[in-house]
């Protein structure tokens, strides 16, 4: 049985990706920074079917020892705070956990398990403003926040450890994915939530920034499918996981309120406080390497991401009616 072992298992990609590997007969380990209840909710459905162990990736002698007693055979690095803003606020330790995190998890790799396969959740934030549009493996960086920057030290750590120690260690440059598991600090379940409500008459209005913002949107469970197939090649590579397609925050709402037989116009509320600086123009990945080499293609369109989560919403907030 292969064991994987998912830092950051207790996140949007950690829960679909368990789904997948315990799917396919895998033994799944997953590392969450606490064990109180609430922040497991996404893990809900797989207790008992996962073993979880407390661990934020900031002590290397306790990484270590999880790699001693679990010899994973395969590695994904989710641990992050994934919320950018989050990153200015404390910067100091976005850098502890999504920089150094990475290097503390390829040093217990090339120690202790030195077959295993490493992926890297990497980040479109690594082009920040981008050099050219779309992006692609091939693209310079550009990062404009604490993440990004954390971001691109994971990204060539690992590219180093592969040139240089010969791991199997991989980035995944993922652009946006949601689903209704995303946390609603995210435009896209930040809308499809308030779509519900509104509907449900639970709430009035939806205060927005930047409905012009634009972004290459997909869905999550389609993404940890092609992290999976990383894993498989016989060779270790990076690769862009996007759909290729943008869409503006307009269309999220105007797709979301459509679902519940709404006008979003009536609705959304534009707050020049929300919006923040600098934003990002014309993000938008070219998955045409993952396309020919994985032979992955994202199997859920934009708006069948956006219905999903409007109906998530709906059932959740008519189960919890508040
Ligand atoms: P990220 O910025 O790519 O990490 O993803 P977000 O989902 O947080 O934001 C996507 C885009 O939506 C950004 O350009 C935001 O400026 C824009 N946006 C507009 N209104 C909002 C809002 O109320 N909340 C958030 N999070 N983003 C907003």
Not at 54 to 83: C, G, K, M, T, W
Not at 113 to 125: C, D, L, T, Y
Not at 194 to 223: C, V
Request: with cysteine; proline share 6%.
């Amino acid at each position: 049985m292969t064991t994987a072992l998912i830092t950051g298992i207790a996140g949007q990609d950690g829960s679909y990706l368990s789904e997948l590997l315990l799917e396919k007969g895998y033994r799944v380990v997953g590392t969450v920074p606490s064990l109180q209840p609430g922040p497991l909710l996404r893990l809900r459905h797989l207790q008992g079917r996962v073993e979880l162990l407390r661990d934020d990736l900031l002590d290397q002698d306790r990484l270590e020892e999880i790699f001693r007693r679990h010899r994973p055979q395969e590695v994904y690095n989710f641990a992050s705070h994934s919320f950018l803003a989050d990153s200015f606020l404390q910067p100091i330790r976005a850098t502890e956990v999504i920089a150094m995190g990475v290097t503390r998890l390829l040093e217990a790799i090339r120690k202790i398990a030195p077959e295993a396969r490493f992926f890297q959740a990497s980040s479109s934030e690594i082009f920040g403003k981008p050099i050219e549009t779309p992006q692609s493996e091939t693209t310079p960086f550009h990062p404009r926040n604490p993440y990004g920057v954390s971001k691109v030290y994971g990204h060539l750590m690992t590219v180093t450890y592969r040139e240089n120690h010969g791991l199997f260690a991989c980035s995944g440059i993922l652009f946006n994915h949601e689903s209704p598991r995303r946390s609603p600090e995210f435009v896209p379940r930040k809308i499809t939530r308030a779509a519900a409500r509104i509907r449900l008459g639970l709430d009035r209005e939806l205060r927005l920034g930047n409905l012009d913002a634009r972004r290459d949107w997909g869905y999550a469970g389609d993404y940890v499918r092609a992290m999976w197939l990383m894993l498989q090649r016989d060779r270790p590579e990076d690769f862009v996981l996007a759909t290729g397609e943008t869409h503006s925050v307009r269309d999220l709402c105007e797709e979301a309120f459509s679902r519940v037989g709404l006008d979003y116009r009536e609705f959304v509320v534009t707050d020049a406080g929300a919006c923040r600086p600098p934003e990002k123009e014309q993000l938008v990945g070219n998955p045409g390497k993952a396309r020919k080499l994985l032979e992955w293609k994202p199997q859920v369109t934009f708006r069948e991401l956006v219905r999903m989560m409007v109906d998530a919403d709906l059932e959740e907030a008519r189960r919890d009616g508040c």
